[in-house]
């Protein structure tokens, strides 16, 4: 009869041997009490200096009024300052721009107003040199140069205007005619053949043209005339200034708008000219 194994008995004899109590669950559990006899150690160390931080009154910034001059208040924080802009400049320095920037301000008025007068004399010019009237631009002038003074002759011409050099080239011939046959007229005294050449003449009209030497009324007519077509009033009347006073009386209507003429030229060239003198003037800062 064979006896059972006790089942509570152990199979492997090595089983019977004493337990090694220095194993690796001993060595780890002294590990863990180090630690904590070390995390005890720094708390009693450090936990003194961090309640006396936490407890201890904090410092208030200093005002701004007694912050040091010159520092900033970033500074003053211990924050990094921010960029300030440039101080102003002097006071003297800030008269001097002003007065820079007055006179340039000034310097383009005057050049816009001459500039502005000198396109209206330029007009006014351009209108003068016709045969029609120019009150418009005579009052463009006058709004634009109160000042100028070519305005008092010119407001006695400008109403009623003068024929163009050109009109009064083509309508001489006509009033020389009458000019030279009033030249012949014989004197007291004079002959039976003055007589019958003066009676002639007021049917034929024969004289000169062209440049003609002498001082007779045909040789001044024809001077004249060649003046007058080339655009020379003022050289034509002065040719006309020796004839006799018959002659000077036949070309009186014509000459009396000549002469206007001639006065409206004058003072356009006069006027041009100074314009273009204030207005260079101006631009070049004088």
């Not at 041997?17 to 070390?38: Q, Y």
């Not at 024969?206 to 003022?234: C, H, K, M, N, T």
């Amino acid at each position: 009869m064979s006896v059972s194994p006790d089942p509570g008995a152990p199979r492997d004899p090595a089983e019977y041997r004493p337990r090694n109590l220095l194993g690796p669950s001993f060595w780890a559990l002294i590990a863990l009490c180090v630690l904590c006899v070390l995390a005890g150690a720094g708390v009693a160390t450090l936990a003194p200096r961090y309640l006396a931080n936490m407890t201890a009154p904090r410092a208030e910034p200093a005002p701004v009024s007694e912050l040091p001059a010159g520092q900033p208040f970033a500074q003053s924080l211990g924050q990094p300052a921010a960029a300030l802009p440039p101080p102003p400049p002097p006071p003297h320095e800030i008269d001097r721009l002003n007065a820079r920037i007055a006179a340039l301000e000034s310097q383009e008025s005057r050049t816009s107003g001459a500039a502005v007068a000198a396109l209206a004399a330029a007009a006014l010019v351009e209108a003068s040199q016709g045969s029609r009237p120019f009150p418009a631009e005579l009052a463009a002038l006058r709004a634009a140069a109160p000042e100028a003074p070519e305005l008092a002759a010119l407001s006695r011409l400008a109403d009623a205007g003068a024929p163009s050099r050109a009109a009064l080239a083509a309508s001489f011939p006509d009033y020389a005619a009458r000019a030279a046959s009033a030249g012949r007229t014989p004197a007291e005294g004079s002959g039976v053949g003055d007589r019958l050449t003066f009676a002639i003449s007021k049917f034929v009209s024969l004289r000169r043209v062209g440049d003609v030497a002498g001082d007779s009324p045909d040789a001044r007519l024809a001077r004249a005339e060649r003046a007058f077509q080339d655009g020379d009033i003022e050289g034509g009347l002065k040719a006309l200034d020796g004839l006799s006073p018959a002659s000077r009386e036949a070309l009186a209507p014509w000459r009396a708008r000549a002469e206007q003429r001639a006065e409206i030229d004058r003072q356009a060239a006069t006027l041009r000219a100074r314009a273009l003198r204030d207005l260079a003037s101006a631009g070049t800062g004088a």
